[in-house]
């Protein structure tokens, strides 16, 4: 069973809501999900889409690029979707957030005290003056 | 599959390393830590069960883990920009965006377990 049931987003469900709160905040995301929901309506689950854990194989999630955010799709949407005996519908849609980095004071508290959680840090052995010769041409 | 802190998390020590003595390695040096570290982060998420989940606790650990890890990166590179564009610091990159996507799938599992539930009595309705 590959194909959506209905547009694949359920009115009243959590997808739905979704889907409306980022319309709102995404001019491409009718073409951005509308692509991507017609990829699944013919095709299915692509073997590319991730299995969520713990789902029994029946949650996958797809990365959709948001031409809004004008990012690849590492920053893009994500489809959550289930294939079920009735067909495939739309659980969730969320718009990645961009990285925040940690701000340098906290990083340097969190580095002191990882560093002391996993010991003395070692020499790594692998620079050796071969490995390095490898990366000379780079 | 095993999944301990101790094969999920040998890159961190690596990337501390990395962190401390980074601003004085050469070019080359700096790419031969970073191919290590890309490697030690792609053994990491083989050690993540795709099907099957892991303690809240540790996706939490990991999630902080590649934090400090890109926050690092992007120091370093604030620092030394000269190793942007270099194969060593994409393959880094790739390596990341594994772990993150590993990250957030578990996350997900984590969180949409109510939402499964209001789609299949949706479906019902629908369908009956």
Redesign the interface.
Same mark, same amino acid.
């Given at each position: 069973m590959g194909h959506l049931v209905g547009s694949g987003i359920i009115p009243g469900t959590g997808a739905a809501r979704d889907a409306k709160q980022l319309k709102k905040e995404n001019r491409s995301f009718d073409k951005d999900i509308g692509e991507a929901l017609a990829d699944l309506d013919a095709n299915g689950s692509s073997p590319s889409d991730d299995p969520i854990p713990d789902s029994n194989s029946v949650l996958f999630k797809r990365r959709v690029r948001n031409r809004d955010a004008n990012k690849g799709k590492r920053d893009g949407y994500r489809i959550i979707y289930g294939v079920f005996p009735e067909g495939i519908a739309l659980v969730a849609i969320f718009s990645k957030s961009e990285r925040t980095d940690v701000p340098r004071p906290d990083l340097h508290r969190l580095l002191a005290t990882m560093s002391s959680l996993l010991g003395r840090i070692s020499e790594n052995p692998a620079c050796t003056d071969d490995a390095l010769a490898e990366h000379k041409s780079d | 599959m095993n999944t301990s802190a101790t094969n999920i998390f040998p890159f961190?020590?690596?990337f501390?390393?990395f *962190?401390?003595t980074a601003p004085t390695l050469s070019a080359?040096?700096a790419?031969? /830590?970073m191919?290590?570290l890309a490697?030690q982060i792609r053994a990491s998420v083989r050690e993540i069960?795709?099907?099957? #989940?892991?303690a809240p606790q540790q996706v939490g650990m990991l999630k =902080?883990?590649m934090?400090?890890s /890109?926050?690092?990166l #992007? /120091?370093l590179l604030k620092a030394r920009p000269e190793l942007r564009g270099? #194969? *060593?610091l994409d393959e880094l990159s790739d390596a990341l965006?594994d772990l993150?996507?590993q990250i /957030?799938?578990?996350e997900?599992?984590l969180?949409?377990g109510p939402?499964?539930a209001?789609?299949?009595a949706? =479906?019902?309705g =629908?369908?009956a």
């Open positions: - | 961190v020590s690596t501390m390393n *962190a401390y080359s040096d790419a031969c /830590e191919s290590t490697a069960p795709r099907d099957r #989940g892991i =902080l883990a934090q400090v /890109e926050s690092v #992007g /120091e270099s #194969g *060593a965006d993150d996507n /957030e799938n578990h997900i599992a969180e949409v939402r499964v209001e789609v299949r949706s =479906l019902a =629908l369908t």
